[in-house]
């Protein structure tokens, strides 16, 4: 089982069967891209939040890779500056979704299915997906990337989340350390939450190339981190929204590079 898991884990971090398109969100009056398979029908759907100060291009390849495999990534480019709102945010996260299930995507060839939704982000952009779900009752499924505080608390509105859950965080992470931000959402989450810690990684490690924040936020790009995310990520979609069990092993494979630090994922899943 463990060599079918390590298998499995290694062919998610490849790019999937899919080819791929990119889209702007600006064409439905919201700054942000979004990519999708070329064609597919019911398809799966995420919207992705960025980190702060970060751009949604930091998060190109990951949001490619979940197109490749069938899911359809979206990510809103709003409220990139020092003093973005985290709410207002989340409320860009909901809306991507809206557009996702309520527009022909791609060639007209790629639809959503308004019952397979997920979200996910990268540190504060992490924390609003966390708003989101609390708020939408559509979400299905949740992952985060080195989760950060948000105003109003992420750790807070985790009490309302029961989509099951996963959160990478870094163990290198200055910026926003587990144990008072991802392990402290997880231990919150109403619904099954698991935690992998990344113990080389940086808070900075999941955002991709260079950037001019970096002068101000600790860490920088990593592309282990990265593949590893990646692979997780996708698992986790394919398992949640996708229907996809055969991929269900891979989210309890252990890892070095990934350790479970936390786990709650005997808690019922929502309808």
């Known amino acids: 089982m463990a060599r079918k898991a390590k298998h499995l884990f290694d062919e998610l971090s490849r790019p999937g069967p899919h080819r791929v398109l990119r ?3 600006a064409l439905v009056g919201m700054p942000g ?17 960025h980190g ?12 490619r890779h979940l197109a490749s495999w069938g899911v359809v990534a979206a990510a ?18 909901r809306t991507a979704l809206d557009v996702c ?28 997906a966390v708003l989101a779900t609390a708020a939408d009752p559509r979400v299905n499924a ?29 163990g290198r992470d200055s910026v926003a350390p587990p144990v008072a931000n991802a392990e402290l959402i997880a231990e919150n989450w109403a619904g099954p939450a698991r935690v992998r810690t990344l113990p080389k990684a940086s808070h900075l490690g999941f955002a991709e190339g260079r950037h001019w924040s970096g002068l101000l936020v600790a860490g920088k790009s990593e592309s282990a981190t990265q593949k590893t995310a990646r692979a997780l990520l996708t698992a986790f979609f394919l398992v949640h929204l996708a229907d996809q069990r055969d991929y269900e092993p891979v989210l309890d494979l252990p890892l070095k590079s990934a350790d479970v630090t936390f786990d709650n994922t005997e808690v019922p899943e929502h309808a």
């Open 23 to 25: 889209g702007d969100l």
């Open 33 to 49: 891209v979004v990519y999708t398979p070329a064609s597919g029908l019911s398809l799966p759907a995420v919207a992705f939040g």
């Open 52 to 63: 702060w100060l970060q751009p949604p291009t930091r998060y190109r390849r990951l949001l």
């Open 76 to 93: 809103p480019g709003t409220h990139v500056g020092p003093l973005g709102s985290h709410r207002l945010l989340a409320a860009d996260l």
């Open 101 to 128: 299930t309520g527009v022909r995507l791609g060639d007209g060839e790629v639809s959503v299915d308004p019952g397979k939704l997920g979200l996910a982000g990268h540190s504060t952009g992490a924390g609003s």
């Open 142 to 170: 949740v992952a985060t990337l080195a989760a950060s505080q948000t105003r109003p608390f992420a750790t807070d509105a985790a009490r309302q989340c029961t989509a099951p859950s996963l959160h990478l965080a870094a």
